[in-house]
């Protein structure tokens, strides 16, 4: 069915290192790609997107790829800091309007 | 602007009581969808309208879950009985160009 896998569900780096988190989806009609940050207790939280028409798109140390060819597009964090730290969704668009989220990446940045 | 309104923020009710959740979208945006988050599932979409029309409510679990939007501005996802397995986090959230999540409303079901 329709739906969008994330990967890795855990990642732990130090700081300063980079971290990149996957995802595939399954829509070739998807065209549009957000990533989401949620901290422990609050609400998720836009922090770039990406549309079918782009292949890359950069804001300050955060990141993001598509290939849609491969149906994949990747969150690239760079010089990561321990506010980084929190769970990371991405989500793709499927027809009609909905957005599908994938399972969730939670990225611990040690100091 | 106040962004997406939810209440309440936090429930706890007991196994066969009704449950109400409210959500007032961001005004002008014309698509709203109603999520559950848990642990086990992530985040999964219940439902969506757009200008007001319920789209898709594949997502509803079953029977016992059902959803509004009399109005732009006013949507309510309610719960016939509860159930324990109902606890979750419940977001609200509205659309133009991109997604904008509420603070969410706590369930509790003991």
């Known amino acids: 069915g329709e739906n969008v896998e994330q990967h890795p569900s855990t990642l732990s780096v130090q700081e300063g290192d980079s971290a990149v988190i996957k995802c595939t989806y399954s829509?070739?009609?998807?065209?549009?790609f957000p990533w989401y940050k949620q901290e422990l207790g609050k609400r998720p939280q836009l922090i770039i997107d990406?549309?079918?028409?782009?292949g890359e798109k950069k804001d300050q140390r955060i990141a993001v790829t598509l290939n849609k060819t491969a149906k994949h597009f990747s969150l690239h964090i760079t010089e990561t800091q321990p506010e980084d730290s929190a769970v990371y969704f991405c989500?793709?668009?499927?027809?009609?309007?909905?957005?599908?989220f994938g399972q969730g990446t939670e990225l611990s940045v040690k100091p | 602007d106040a962004g997406v309104i939810q209440s309440p923020r936090h429930e706890v009710t007991e196994m066969g009581q009704e449950v109400t959740l409210r959500c007032k979208p961001i005004s002008g945006h014309n698509s709203l969808f109603w999520y559950r988050q848990t642990m086990m599932r992530g985040l999964e979409l219940l439902i969506y309208f757009n200008n007001n029309v319920p789209i898709d409510d594949s997502g509803m679990p079953e029977d016992r879950f059902s959803a509004k939007m009399p109005n732009a501005s006013f949507s309510t996802l309610k719960i016939q009985p509860s159930e324990p397995r109902d606890s979750a986090v419940y977001f609200c959230?509205?659309?133009?160009?991109?997604?904008?999540f509420g603070e969410g409303s706590w369930l509790t079901v003991v």
């Open positions: 989500a793709a668009n499927l027809k009609g309007g909905k957005l599908i």
């Open positions: 829509d070739s009609a998807s065209n549009y």
């Open positions: 959230a509205s659309v133009v160009n991109t997604i904008y």
């Open positions: 990406i549309r079918s028409n782009v």
